[in-house]
């Protein structure tokens, strides 16, 4: 089976500092990953995936995130937090194969001015 | 590229009611999967068609249904509408089927209120 787990449900940060969102993963495959970013009153957007090739991935608006298998971890950071970055964001695993996408069960971002 | 839509964006029934959600997909996308979400349940999987077939289908009541069209839009039908059922219904597209590394692109939802 496969899950994953976020493991802070809010995080506030100050505008200009880094931001961390953490995510661990469970599958009995090799998983592939998303981050994902809703915005308020509106769909999901694709920030990030990673599919077996760089660990290290670089997804848009600055932000990124890295396999590490030892640790079953896909953590997204960015350097320098901006007001736009105010959000939800969900970390999301599925394995080829597979039949579906599993969401874990998001992190509210805040932004302090 | 349009992306994907849904309509209606807001809809308010009421209990015992029937209503049906649509999705347009991108141009080129063969599936359409459906998701759930509430605040105390987060997002979950309703089902997903690819090529007018149900693949997959989620842990959900038999009064969700759904159908894909040959054009690939699919709508999403909840009967006897129950006070639970309040939710935002998203849709998500993509070129391949679900499970693989194909990225799926989610349209705006629709809020659904029963009362």
């Known amino acids: 089976a496969q899950s994953v787990t976020q493991l802070d449900s809010h995080v506030s940060v100050s505008e200009g500092t880094p931001v961390l969102l953490r995510c661990n993963y469970s599958?009995?495959?090799?998983?592939?990953l998303f981050w994902y970013v809703q915005h308020p009153n509106k769909g999901l957007q694709l920030l990030l995936k990673?599919?077996?090739?760089?660990?290290l991935v670089k997804g848009i608006n600055g932000f990124e995130a890295e396999f590490k298998k030892s640790e079953t971890s896909f953590h997204l950071t960015k350097p320098s937090a901006h007001m736009s970055d105010a959000a939800e964001y969900f970390c999301?695993?599925?394995?080829?194969?597979?039949?579906?996408?599993?969401f874990g069960t998001g992190t509210r971002l805040t932004i302090i001015p | 590229k349009a992306g994907v839509t849904q309509t209606p964006r807001y809809l308010i029934k009421t209990r015992g009611q029937q209503v049906t959600l649509s999705c347009s997909p991108i141009?080129?996308?063969?599936?359409v999967s459906w998701y759930q979400q509430t605040p105390g349940q987060g997002l979950q999987f309703l089902f997903e068609?690819?090529?007018?077939?149900?693949?997959n289908k989620g842990n959900f009541p038999g009064r969700f249904s759904g159908r894909q069209f040959s054009n690939s839009r699919s709508e999403m039908n909840v009967s006897t509408l129950e006070l639970g059922d309040s939710a935002l219904y998203l849709c998500?597209?993509?070129?391949?089927?679900?499970?693989?590394?194909?990225?799926?692109?989610f349209g705006p939802g629709t809020r659904l209120t029963v009362l």
């Open positions: 999301v695993v599925t394995y080829p194969g597979g039949e579906k996408l599993t």
């Open positions: 990673y599919t077996s090739a760089a660990t």
């Open positions: 068609y690819f090529s007018e077939t149900q693949r």
């Open positions: 998500a597209s993509s070129l391949l089927a679900g499970g693989s590394t194909d990225t799926q692109y």
């Open positions: 141009s080129g996308h063969r599936s």
């Open positions: 599958s009995s495959y090799s998983p592939s």
